[in-house]
C-alpha cells in the first residue's frame, strides 16, 4: 500500500508542469508554423527554382526565416530555462 | 549587392519572431525565472538596441524620401533609447522605474511615424495597408506596454507585449515591394 503510494506522488511529481510544457512547446510551434506556410507558399522556397532568383532571394526566405528563428530558440533558450523552471518548482 | 527592401523587412521580422519567443517565455516563466541567469536579462534591451542600431543603415540606404528618412530615423532614435534605459535598468545603473517609459514611447512615436509617412490610403497597395497596420497595432502596443509598467507581473500584459512584437514580425514578413491588397492594387503603384 505505501509502496503504491509512493510510487503514486512520484508519478506526480515527474509530470511536466503546464509551464514547463508551454515553454518546451514554443520552439517546435514556431517551425511547425514556418513548415506549413512553405508547404502554403511553396514559391518562397526560392532555392526550388534556384535559377529564377539573385543572391538575397535565395539567401533570405521567408518561411525558412521562421524555421530558424524557432530553431534558435528551442535550442539557445529552451534548455537553461526549463533548468531554471524545474529548480524553482522543485522538480529532480 | 544591396537587398531589395522586402528582404530587410524580412531580416528585422525574423529577429522580431526570436524576440517575442523570447518575451512569451518570459510571460509563462515569470520574470524572476528568466533573470536567474544574468545574460537572459539582457536579451531582449540588448536586441532591442540591436536593431535600433541596424535602423540606421536602413535609413541611410532605403529610403527614398525625407519623410520616409524622418520616420526611420526617429524608429533609430528611439528603439536605441528603449534598449539602452532597458539594459540601464537591469544593470541597475538606471533607478527610477521613469525610465520604463521610453518603451511606451517608443511605441508611439514609431506608430505615429508609421501613420504621418504613410500618405495613401488603405488600400492603395500592400505596404500601404500594412503601414497602417503597423502604425495601429504599435498605438495599441504603447496602451498594452503602460499597462506592463502599472503592472509588471500581469500575465494578459506581458504576453500581450510578447504577442505584438509576433504580430509585427507576421506584418512585416507579408511585405513585398509592390503588391495588392485584398485584390486591390492602385493604378498609381502599378496596378491595372
Same mark, same amino acid.
Not at chain 2, 28 to 56: H, N, Q
Not at chain 2, 73 to 79: H, V
Not at chain 2, 84 to 109: D, N
Given at each position: 500500500?505505501?509502496? $503504491? ?8 511529481? &515527474? ?15 514556431t517551425a511547425l508554423a514556418g513548415l506549413v506556410w512553405a508547404l502554403v507558399q511553396p514559391y518562397r522556397i526560392t532555392?526550388l527554382?534556384?535559377?529564377? /532568383?539573385?543572391?538575397? /532571394?535565395?539567401?533570405?526566405q521567408p518561411p525558412l526565416l521562421v524555421i ?11 534548455? +537553461? ?7 524553482? $518548482?522543485?522538480?529532480? | 549587392?544591396?537587398?531589395?527592401? $522586402? ?22 516563466? =515569470?520574470? $524572476? ?7 537572459? #536579462? /539582457? *536579451? ?21 524620401? &525625407? ?5 526611420? +530615423?526617429?524608429?533609430?532614435?528611439? !528603439? !536605441?533609447? #528603449? ?8 544593470? =541597475?545603473?538606471?533607478?527610477?522605474? %521613469? ?7 517608443? *511605441? ?14 488603405? *488600400? ?9 497596420? !503597423?502604425?495601429?497595432?504599435? /498605438?495599441?502596443?504603447?496602451?498594452? &506596454? %503602460? ?18 512584437? *509576433?504580430?509585427?514580425?507576421v506584418?512585416?514578413f507579408c511585405?513585398r ?16
Amino acid at each position: 500500500m505505501e509502496g $503504491e503510494l509512493v510510487r503514486q506522488r512520484a508519478e506526480v511529481r &515527474t509530470r511536466p508542469s503546464r509551464r514547463l510544457t508551454a515553454v518546451s512547446a514554443l520552439g517546435p510551434l514556431t517551425a511547425l508554423a514556418g513548415l506549413v506556410w512553405a508547404l502554403v507558399q511553396p514559391y518562397r522556397i526560392t532555392m526550388l527554382d534556384p535559377d529564377k /532568383y539573385s543572391f538575397w /532571394y535565395l539567401a533570405i526566405q521567408p518561411p525558412l526565416l521562421v524555421i530558424l528563428a524557432g530553431a534558435v530558440f528551442h535550442f539557445w533558450i529552451v534548455p +537553461g530555462l526549463l533548468a531554471d523552471l524545474e529548480d524553482a $518548482e522543485g522538480r529532480p | 549587392m544591396q537587398p531589395p527592401a $522586402e528582404v530587410v523587412h524580412w531580416m528585422f521580422a525574423a529577429g522580431f519572431v526570436f524576440l517575442g519567443l523570447c518575451l512569451l517565455a518570459e510571460a509563462i516563466v =515569470g520574470r $524572476e525565472i528568466w533573470r536567474r541567469r544574468s545574460w537572459r #536579462a /539582457y *536579451l531582449w534591451p540588448g536586441v532591442a538596441f540591436l536593431m535600433g542600431i541596424f535602423m540606421w543603415p536602413v535609413m541611410v540606404f532605403f529610403t527614398a524620401s &525625407t519623410i520616409h528618412m524622418l520616420a526611420h +530615423g526617429a524608429w533609430a532614435q528611439t !528603439m !536605441m533609447l #528603449a534598449g539602452a534605459a532597458q539594459l540601464g535598468l537591469v544593470r =541597475g545603473k538606471l533607478k527610477s522605474r %521613469l525610465w520604463e517609459l521610453t518603451v511606451p514611447l517608443a *511605441l508611439a512615436v514609431s506608430g505615429a511615424a508609421f501613420l504621418i509617412h504613410e500618405q495613401n490610403g488603405w *488600400l492603395f497597395s500592400r505596404s500601404a495597408f500594412l503601414h497602417h497596420v !503597423m502604425g495601429w497595432t504599435l /498605438y495599441i502596443g504603447t496602451l498594452v &506596454t %503602460l499597462g506592463r509598467i502599472v503592472r509588471p507581473r500581469s500575465p494578459v500584459f506581458n504576453t500581450g507585449f510578447a504577442v505584438m512584437f *509576433l504580430f509585427i514580425a507576421v506584418v512585416l514578413f507579408c511585405d513585398r515591394n509592390v503588391a495588392p491588397i485584398f485584390g486591390h492594387l492602385s493604378p498609381l503603384a502599378g496596378g491595372r
